[in-house]
T-cell receptor
Framework: GENVEQHPSTLSVQEGDSAVIKCTYSDSASNYFPWYKQELGKRPQLIIDIRSNVGEKKDQRIAVTLNKTAKHFSLHITETQPEDSAVYFCAPVGGSYIPTFGRGTSLIVHP | KAGVTQTPRYLIKTRGQQVTLSCSPISGHRSVSWYQQTPGQGLQFLFEYFSETQRNKGNFPGRFSGRQFSNSRSEMNVSTLELGDSALYLC???????????????FGEGSWLTVV
């Protein structure tokens, strides 16, 4: 099965700073790379995703970059705001077609 | 359009009992999957159903089971509850099975299970 590692587990930044979360996976057949955001007490929601034939995708203040050779992809959040505080999960999809979730990164944005 | 609905939202059970959780997917979605979420462990895949058939199963003991009905609604059951089964159980639905671009997975609010 897919082994997924997410770093860091906790990230504390000042409002306006950038935040980067990295996800490493093991299944070379992985071809879909989503990121989910889960606010406290709420459901996880997809915030951005990328397919293996694309190296980078941007949506306003968030972006995802993919390095298939090194088997990792990263979530980038620029100009962070307090409402970005949440737990972020990567969930690459490999040959099983089932998302394998990382353990999550707790992002804290201080006003 | 209504989102994924899970019932009950909160429940407390005693060790050894069994529990049934229910999930109604988004209208038109035929795939339902279940996840267990515990602090520090992320989301662990339980099983996935499509057209009333279990397509995939995660690495959980046989005490965890599920089913899907013809209207795509799904239930999961945990028998002989253990303290370690205390968790948030999340249901997710999508148009078709498998995570992929264009086949977004939508989660319900979850069912909080506490085993005492």
């Amino acid at each position: 099965g897919e082994n997924v590692e997410q770093h860091p587990s906790t990230l504390s930044v000042q409002e306006g700073d950038s935040a980067v979360i990295k996800c490493t996976y093991s299944d070379s057949a992985s071809n879909y790379f989503p990121w989910y955001k889960q606010e406290l007490g709420k459901r996880p929601q997809l915030i951005i995703d990328i397919r293996s034939n694309v190296g980078e995708k941007k949506d306003q203040r968030i972006a995802v970059t993919l390095n298939k050779t090194a088997k990792h992809f990263s979530l980038h959040i620029t100009e962070t705001q307090p409402e970005d505080s949440a737990v972020y999960f990567c969930a690459p999809v490999g040959g099983s077609y089932i998302p394998t979730f990382g353990r999550g990164t707790s992002l804290i944005v201080h006003p | 359009k209504a989102g994924v609905t899970q019932t009950p939202r909160y429940l407390i059970k005693t060790r050894g009992q069994q529990v049934t959780l229910s999930c109604s997917p988004i209208s038109g979605h035929r795939s339902v999957s279940w996840y267990q979420q515990t602090p520090g462990q992320g989301l662990q895949f339980l099983f996935e159903y499509f057209s009333e058939t279990q397509r995939n199963k995660g690495n959980f003991p046989g005490r965890f089971s599920g089913r899907q009905f013809s209207n795509s609604r799904s239930e999961m059951n945990v028998s002989t509850l253990e303290l370690g089964d205390s968790a948030l159980y999340l249901c997710a639905s999508s148009l078709v099975p498998g995570g992929d671009f264009g086949n977004t997975i939508y989660f319900g609010e979850g069912s909080w299970l506490t085993v005492v």
